[in-house]
C-alpha cells in the first residue's frame, strides 16, 4: 500500500493522485522561468545532471518530465527574474497539497552541523525502513508563509522566529539543526524557486513547511546518526473551510494533546499524530477543531489542535501562559504585542475553562489560520455561542491589523517583515 500525501499535519492521509491534479514537476510540458537562473556564474549544476551546463539569463525552459532538473544548487545571490504565474484556480485556494517545482535538501550527519543544501525537483524522498524519524518520532516541521505584493514583492513574516524555534525544538528531540542563516537561506531560495506558485496578492500565501528528521538507519533506542532537512512549498489559501466565518470548538475532557516535561512545547510530529483521533471524532460531530485543557488539573486551557487561543472580556485579552505544554505561537507573541500597540491590555496566565465560557469573544491564532474567531465552544454537552453570527469586533480588528502588516499593506514598525525581492 502507498502512503498519502497529507498537508498541515492534521488532515487524514488521502490516497495517491489525489492531490496531483495540477501542474506537477513530472507533467510535460511545463514552462517554467526559474528565478535562479538569471544569472549564469551564480548557480551550479549537479553532476548527474550535465545537460543543463549552458548559460542561463532571465529565460523560459521547457519541462519534458522529471529528469531535467533534478539538483540545482543555488547561489545566495541568485534570484530576481520575473516568474509566470501557475496556471490554476487562483481564486479557489484551499489549505491544501498542491506539487510545486522544487524541494529544498540538506543533509548532515549526527556529529556534524548542517553545510550546504541543495535544491532538487518537488517529488518523492527514499528513507531506510529503519530511520529514526519512521521508527522512533525523531521528526519536527515549521510552518511560515509568503506574500505577495501587488507591486511584486515577496515578503516573509518573521521567517527568523520559525528558525529559532526549530532549533530550540531540535535540542528537545536530539537533532543537529541548521543555523538561522542557513534556515533563512533556504526559505529564500525554495521561495524564490517556486515564485510562480505564490498567489497574486489578496488571493492567498505561498505555505512554507521545513521539515527536520532522523533520516538516518537506527534499530535499538538512539538518535538516528544522519538528518535531514527539508522544505517544501505549496499555494494555500483559508485553513478552516468556514474561511473567515466563525469556527465551532468542543472541549475534549479524555484525551490529552501533552503533558508536563513533554514535547507539546516543540513542534514535534508525534503531537500531530496524537490529537488525530479527537480531531476525527469532532469533525464527525461537525465541529471544526478540538480544544484541550492541561491534563494535571483538566481545568486551565492549553490550546487547539493546530493552533493558539486566545480570550477577550471588555478591554482584557488572555491567553494561557507557555509552559512547555502548548506550542509558542509566532501568531501568538506577534497578536500580543499588536493588541497591546492598540490598547488593549493583554494576559498570559493561567485561563479557566469557566473565564472561556463567560468570554466576550474567543479567537484562534496560527500562521495557518491566521487570526479565527470562535462562534461557539461546547464542554461536556454545554454548548456557548459568541457573538451573533459574525466575526467579533477584536478578532476583526486584530486580524486586519495582523494580515495588513503581514501582506506589506501598512508600515512595518515592528520590522517583522523580511523582503525577499
Ligand atoms: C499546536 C500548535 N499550536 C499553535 C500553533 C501556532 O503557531 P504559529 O503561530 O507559529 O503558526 C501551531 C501552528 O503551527 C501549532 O501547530
Redesign the pocket.
Known amino acids: 500500500m502507498e502512503s498519502g500525501a497529507v498537508f498541515a499535519?492534521?488532515h487524514p492521509s488521502t490516497t495517491p493522485g489525489s492531490h496531483n491534479l495540477l501542474l506537477g514537476p513530472s507533467r510535460g510540458a511545463v514552462k517554467l522561468l526559474h528565478p535562479a537562473f538569471t544569472e549564469k556564474r551564480l548557480f551550479s549544476i549537479h553532476p548527474h545532471n550535465l545537460q543543463f551546463q549552458k548559460q542561463f539569463h532571465p529565460v523560459s525552459f521547457r519541462n519534458y518530465g522529471n529528469n531535467n532538473v533534478n539538483c540545482v544548487k543555488v547561489d545566495s545571490r541568485a534570484s530576481n527574474a520575473v516568474s509566470e504565474l501557475a496556471d490554476i484556480d487562483w481564486d479557489n485556494l484551499g489549505f491544501g497539497l498542491m506539487h510545486t517545482d522544487y524541494m529544498y535538501i540538506m543533509k548532515c550527519s549526527k556529529d556534524e552541523g548542517f553545510s550546504k543544501g541543495e535544491l532538487q525537483r518537488f517529488g518523492n524522498i527514499e528513507l531506510s525502513p529503519s530511520s529514526g524519524v519512521l521508527n522512533y518520532g525523531q521528526g519536527l516541521?515549521?510552518?511560515?508563509k509568503a506574500y505577495r505584493k501587488h507591486d511584486g514583492s515577496i515578503l516573509l513574516f518573521r521567517p527568523e522566529?520559525?528558525a529559532t524555534?526549530l532549533r530550540e525544538g531540535a535540542e528537545r528531540m536530539c537533532m543537529p539543526a541548521p543555523t538561522v542563516e542557513q534556515f533563512l537561506e533556504a526559505v529564500r531560495v525554495t521561495v524564490l524557486a517556486n515564485e510562480r506558485w505564490i498567489p497574486p496578492a489578496g488571493k492567498g500565501s505561498l505555505y512554507i513547511r521545513p521539515l527536520l528528521m532522523g533520516s538516518g538507519a537506527v534499530l535499538g533506542l538512539a538518535p538516528a546518526p544522519e538528518y535531514t532537512f527539508l522544505i517544501y512549498v505549496s499555494p494555500v489559501g483559508n485553513y478552516f473551510k468556514e474561511g473567515l466565518a466563525p469556527i465551532n470548538l468542543i472541549i475534549e475532557t479524555e484525551m490529552h494533546?501533552a503533558t508536563p516535561g513533554g514535547t507539546?512545547g516543540v513542534?514535534t510530529i508525534g503531537?500531530?499524530a496524537a490529537?488525530l483521533k479527537a480531531q476525527s471524532a469532532a469533525k464527525a460531530k461537525g465541529f471544526s477543531d478540538v480544544l484541550y485543557l492541561d491534563s494535571v488539573h483538566k481545568r486551565y486551557l492549553e490550546?487547539?489542535?493546530?493552533?493558539?487561543v486566545f480570550v477577550v472580556k471588555g478591554n482584557l485579552i488572555s491567553t494561557p501562559a507557555i509552559k512547555g505544554t502548548?506550542?509558542?505561537?509566532?501568531?501568538?507573541?506577534?497578536i500580543l504585542d499588536v493588541a497591546r500597540s492598540q490598547g488593549f491590555q493583554v494576559e498570559e496566565s493561567h485561563v479557566t475553562v469557566d473565564e472561556l465560557l463567560e468570554a466576550d469573544e474567543v479567537f484562534?491564532?496560527?500562521?495557518?489560520?491566521v487570526v479565527s474567531p470562535v462562534g461557539s465552544i461546547t464542554y461536556r454537552d454545554k454548548r456557548v455561542t459568541y457573538g451573533s453570527d459574525g466575526v467579533g469586533r477584536v478578532s476583526q480588528q486584530l486580524y486586519s491589523a495582523l494580515t495588513s502588516l503581514q501582506m506589506g499593506l501598512t508600515e512595518d514598525k515592528m520590522g517583522w517583515i523580511v523582503k525577499l525581492k
Open positions: 499535519g492534521l516541521f515549521e510552518g511560515l522566529e520559525n524555534r494533546r507539546g513542534k503531537n500531530y490529537v490550546e487547539v489542535s493546530s493552533c493558539n502548548i506550542l509558542p505561537g509566532i501568531t501568538r507573541k506577534s484562534c491564532t496560527g500562521t495557518a489560520v
